[in-house]
């Protein structure tokens, strides 16, 4: 009997997405425009963190959720996609972004990276080493920070007590996990209006999961209030 061959099925690496979102208000950084479209060392801040994403090459895409009023962005680029599917809070818009990836052809099984455009200041090099770090992982991560200063908790305005910070994380974006998972995951939070759920891996979280804790930098910092920009503004200086 002559036997066919054994084919070995092609192990394609798992693909990653980036998804940024850029829906919020930025209530607290105080400006007239929505922070993330600020003029940050010559570009708007959105800009800066696009670059850094586009500077990846196992990134395939870059999905912006922007608001659905939003007319500060466009785009001219296929490796980039608008989506004006921004919500309320940030889990909404990332739960929307996420659905228009699978709707325009992702797998549940390929990898996103969900990430703040207002963190203007992530690297290239940073991207990398949580891609490295999660593809080696079943659950998936994200960029976090141990704390640099002693830890209080406070009562009525006054020192409660020092806590141990030894596994204290502050927790940054990029985080990435599997698309099915972290939507599952949101999903399951959706009637409570993600309460709770103030990242993806707070998400995972409450479905069981223990996200990889990868070190970032401190200058991976969201810009959040106003004297944010000068040194966002200083630091990428610096780098060009
Ligand atoms: N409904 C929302 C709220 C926030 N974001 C995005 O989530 C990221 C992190 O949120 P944060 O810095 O807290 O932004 P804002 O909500 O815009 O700021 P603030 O809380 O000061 O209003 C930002 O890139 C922001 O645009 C979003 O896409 N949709
Ligand atoms: C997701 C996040 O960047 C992790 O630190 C952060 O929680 C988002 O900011 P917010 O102020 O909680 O909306």
Request: proline share 5%.
């Given at each position: 009997m002559t036997e066919a061959p054994l084919t070995i099925p092609p192990n394609p690496a798992p693909r990653c997405h980036a998804l940024l979102p850029?829906?919020?208000?930025?209530?607290?950084?105080?400006?007239?425009?929505?922070?993330?479209?600020q003029p940050v060392a010559g570009l708007p801040m959105v800009l800066h963190t696009l670059a850094a994403f586009q500077?990846?090459?196992?990134?395939e895409r870059c999905l912006v959720v922007v608001a659905?009023?939003?007319?500060f962005l466009s785009v001219d680029d296929p490796h980039i996609q608008l989506a004006r599917?921004?919500?309320?809070t940030r889990a909404a818009s990332v739960f929307h972004g996420l659905q228009a990836l699978l709707d325009s052809?992702?797998?549940?099984s390929d990898w996103v990276l969900v990430h703040d455009?207002?963190?203007?200041?992530?690297t290239p090099a940073q991207i990398e080493a949580l891609i490295d770090a999660c593809l080696a992982d079943a659950v998936g991560g994200l960029l976090a920070l141990k704390l640099p200063d002693t830890l209080k908790s406070e009562a009525g305005g006054r020192v409660a007590a020092t806590v141990d910070r030894s596994d204290k994380w502050l927790a940054q974006t990029p985080q990435m996990f599997r698309i099915g998972a972290l939507r599952a995951a949101l999903a399951a939070q959706a009637d409570t209006?993600?309460?709770?759920?103030?990242d993806e891996a707070s998400a995972m979280e409450l479905a069981g999961q223990k996200p990889l804790l990868v070190p970032g930098s401190a200058?991976?910092?969201?810009?959040?209030?106003?004297?944010?920009f000068a040194l966002a503004e200083a630091i990428l200086r610096s780098r060009s």
């Open positions: 850029c829906a919020g208000s930025g209530s607290r950084a105080g400006t007239a425009a929505p922070k993330q479209y500077a990846v090459d196992r990134i659905p009023g939003d007319r599917v921004g919500g309320s052809g992702a797998d549940a455009a207002a963190r203007c200041l992530i209006g993600f309460a709770g759920v103030t200058q991976n910092f969201k810009v959040t209030y106003p004297e944010d």
